[in-house]
């Protein structure tokens, strides 16, 4: 059994930032990744958005800063995949798939939220070749471009609505006949002259010249015809699939997301919660690092009454 006063499971920009933290504060951190550090970072071609950064700087390149920072103050990562976590006593046990167990006081969750795929032929081949999941990420290297949005919820809307501030022909097809989105962003949509309705439509396929996006296939449910238009970004947002699945379904909203007070505390005491993982209104990599820098920091108050030594 491997102890250490703070787990991380997850490694994206939220579990880095914890580790970080956490680690600079003393304590001995591990995180637990399954697949590479970065989490969703290693999916965004580029990203101008992040402060202290005067130049676009790729997912990869952002991802491995904040493994090398994190581990420069101490924390270890370790390549494993997670099959049960629970609680015994003041401690947590993790168990991996390896067969190692490890011993916590405190638990940072941090294992994000994949976005939902459409499943179509060229959506994988083209990503990040002009299919994205995030408007905000990479609406700006389209600007001026024909984008299709795909999705008729709050994020198509809301994303639709940034986008259409980028360029004048924005296309938002839905499966259905009306939306899904509060009322108030439906209407800001159907007055705003660069966005077009494509309505009872779905994508079943993006096609490309290799390189990047170049058309799609829509298909008309009401006339079951096919057609093919041209376009130069397919955006999807067809929901989030949050990594929940060790958790207590008591500790989750509706959607399968982990609520957290602004501590990043859940109802479990010594397990927080941090990223994309967790009920918030706004997911970005600087949201998510001031997420995992907050919960380190509780963690870190929290171990230290365990101790003995009240912060509060």
Avoid at 79 to 102: I, P
Avoid at 119 to 130: C, I, L, M, Q
Avoid at 248 to 258: C, F, P, Q
Avoid at 292 to 309: K, M, S, T, V
Wanted: hydrophobic share 40%; proline share 2%; charged share 25%.
């Amino acid at each position: 059994m491997i102890e250490q006063d703070v787990l991380i499971i997850g490694s994206g920009v939220a579990g880095m930032s914890a580790a970080q933290y956490a680690a600079r504060a003393g304590r001995s951190v591990t995180m637990l990744e399954s697949i590479a550090p970065g989490g969703q970072t290693m999916y965004i071609d580029m990203i101008e958005n992040y402060p202290g950064f005067d130049q676009p700087i790729s997912g990869y390149e952002i991802g491995m800063k904040f493994h090398a920072q994190a581990e420069a103050f101490g924390a270890k990562l370790v390549y494993a995949t997670v099959t049960k976590l629970t609680k015994e006593g003041d401690n947590f046990l993790t168990e991996t798939a390896d067969g190692e167990t490890y011993k916590a006081k405190a638990v940072i969750f941090a294992t994000g939220a994949k976005h939902r795929h459409l499943g179509v032929e060229g959506e994988e081949k083209y990503n990040g070749k002009g299919v994205s999941y995030c408007g905000t990420c990479d609406g700006p290297f389209f600007k001026g471009k024909r984008i299709l949005v795909v999705g008729g919820g709050d994020t198509a809307l809301t994303d639709g609505i940034f986008l259409s501030k980028l360029s004048e022909h924005i296309t938002i097809v839905h499966r259905k006949d009306r939306f899904r989105a509060q009322d108030n962003l439906v209407e800001q949509v159907n007055r705003n002259k660069n966005i077009e309705l494509v309505m009872q439509h779905t994508i079943t396929e993006i096609k490309g010249d290799g390189n990047k996006v170049t058309s799609v296939i829509l298909k008309d449910l009401v006339k079951n015809e096919e057609y093919e238009r041209e376009f130069d970004a397919v955006f999807i947002f067809v929901g989030m699939l949050p990594q929940t699945d060790l958790l207590d379904k008591n500790i989750l909203d509706e959607s399968g997301y982990v609520i957290t007070n602004e501590r990043m505390e859940t109802k479990t005491p010594g397990l927080y919660a941090a990223g994309d993982v967790r009920t918030t209104v706004f997911r970005q990599l600087v949201t998510a690092a001031s997420d995992g820098a907050i919960a380190a920091h509780c963690a870190n108050e929290y171990i230290d009454e365990l101790e003995g030594r009240a912060y509060r």
